[in-house]
């Protein structure tokens, strides 16, 4: 089983940057997904979550009109946009797989985003 974020970096305040994270191992239709965020000396923070067909979001009111979640079950990939960058952002970004019925959920490794001028 393997979740694999990508697509972090370092950008300017007011910028944007697109995380994606691949699954593998797992049936992915199956599992809800969320994105965390852990930033420097702080808890690790709910940003976004998608269910299992896509069907209905739900974001952190610190990134609502900001940040979308999607998702594309055939490409066993869950994607999150952030827009409108600010250094509030910053932090370690991780995907998350959670089967309810099964009892099963798994972590990716985390991806780290910067925003500074």
């Known amino acids: 089983v393997q979740l694999v974020e990508s697509g972090g970096g370092s950008v300017q305040p007011g910028g944007s940057l697109r995380l994606s994270c691949a699954a593998s191992?797992?049936?992915?239709?199956?599992?809800?997904m969320r994105w965390y965020r852990q930033a420097p000396g702080k808890e690790r923070e709910l940003v976004a979550a998608?269910?299992?067909?896509?069907?209905?979001?739900d974001y952190a009111d610190s990134v609502k009109g900001r940040f979308t979640i999607s998702r594309v079950n055939a490409k066993n990939t869950v994607y999150l946009q952030m827009n409108s960058l600010t250094p509030e952002d910053t932090g370690v970004y991780y995907c998350?797989?959670?089967?309810?019925?099964?009892?099963?959920?798994?972590w990716g490794q985390g991806t780290q985003v910067t925003v500074s001028s």
């Open positions: 998350y797989a959670n089967w309810a019925a099964g009892g099963r959920t798994y």
């Open positions: 191992g797992f049936t992915f239709s199956n599992y809800a």
């Open positions: 998608i269910r299992s067909s896509g069907g209905r979001t």
